[in-house]
């Protein structure tokens, strides 16, 4: 049974989460509150691992809360339950494409989703945002004790230097890997 509603919840997820990996975010970030398969700090830890590691994010990110979940037969069901929709959609737009590419309606959708879909991952980096940079045990409910100064520190240079440099962005994955390390953070 759970094979099936894992399948069924990222099916639903495939369906809807228009716009790329990081659009996937609010949903798995429902389906925590729903199902409490995974924390929020965990959800952060898979948005890394899904990032830090080859293949599309939506579906790494599937792959890892079905491993999680289920094991092996629940990795295989989020990331087919996943991908499914995409390729019969891909399917049918390949089919059609042809008569509708140049329709005005076609192109007002295609403008109106943009924003839409913008929206959706910002809500999904201000959770990340959340997750990583408010403390989710303060010592106190003082406003500077609830910040995780570690990781803002981090973060500005970090963010600073991807900015400014435009590197790949593994090599500040790794940048942060050793960091975290060296520092215990």
């Known amino acids: 049974m759970i094979y099936l509603t894992l399948f ?3 099916f639903k997820i495939g369906l809807f989460a228009v716009g790329g ?3 996937t975010i609010p949903f798995l970030t429902d389906l925590a509150s729903k199902y409490n398969w995974y924390t929020t700090a965990e959800l952060t830890n898979m948005i890394a691992i899904s990032e830090s590691t ?3 994010i939506g ?3 599937a792959t890892y809360v079905g491993y999680t979940v289920g094991g092996i037969f629940g990795a295989i069901a989020t990331t087919i339950g996943l991908i499914t929709p995409s390729v019969i959609i891909i399917l049918i737009v390949a089919k059609v494409l042809t008569n509708i590419k140049d329709n005005p309606h076609v192109n007002n959708a295609f403008k109106a989703l943009r924003p839409a879909v913008t929206g959706l991952i910002a ?3 201000f959770q990340v945002f959340q997750a990583a940079f408010i403390l989710l045990q303060p010592e106190s409910t003082e406003f500077f004790s609830i910040i995780n100064w570690p990781a803002i520190i981090l973060f500005i240079p970090l963010f600073i230097f991807q900015y400014k440099t435009n ?3 593994i090599i500040v994955i ?3 890997c050793i960091i975290g390390i060296v520092c215990k953070l």
Do not use: C, D, T, Y
């Open 167 to 169: 590197k790949h962005p």
């Open 8 to 10: 069924l919840e990222f």
């Open 123 to 125: 809500s999904a980096g």
């Open 59 to 61: 579906v790494n990110m």
């Open 174 to 176: 790794a940048i942060a």
């Open 21 to 23: 990996g990081l659009a």
């Open 54 to 56: 080859p293949g599309p």
